[in-house]
């Protein structure tokens, strides 16, 4: 496995639970602003540790960046990465697949 397939499945593999999956949506649409660990966890209506735990999963494999400003952390997506998935997928995963998604023969 070269790095960049280990890369693609760290990300795809930390996405793998609806709750990460709700989080990383929630930070792509508030855009480059990103949101408050406290406007997180509200919106998610989770318990603090259990919401960490997932963020920290995002953080990690690099899919959200977390800044801290003055008694704030703020987190947001990395565009770049979320976009790198889709890419990966489409460009590594179907290449040799048709519009219609079969084979082609």
């Not at 259990?50 to 899919?63: E, F």
């Not at 990966?88 to 697949?97: E, I």
């Amino acid at each position: 496995m070269d790095e960049t397939e280990k890369r693609v499945a760290d990300r795809l593999a930390a996405l793998g639970a609806p709750v990460r999956l709700r989080l990383i949506r929630l930070l792509v649409r508030a855009g480059d602003e990103g949101l408050t660990v406290g406007d997180l966890q509200r919106r998610l209506e989770m318990p603090a540790s259990t919401h960490a735990h997932h963020l920290t999963a995002l953080v990690r494999t690099g899919l959200v960046h977390q800044e801290r400003r003055g008694r704030e952390v703020f987190c947001r997506a990395d565009f770049a990465a979320v976009r790198g998935l889709g890419e990966y997928l489409s460009d590594q995963c179907c290449a040799d697949v048709g519009v219609s998604g079969q084979a082609p023969e």
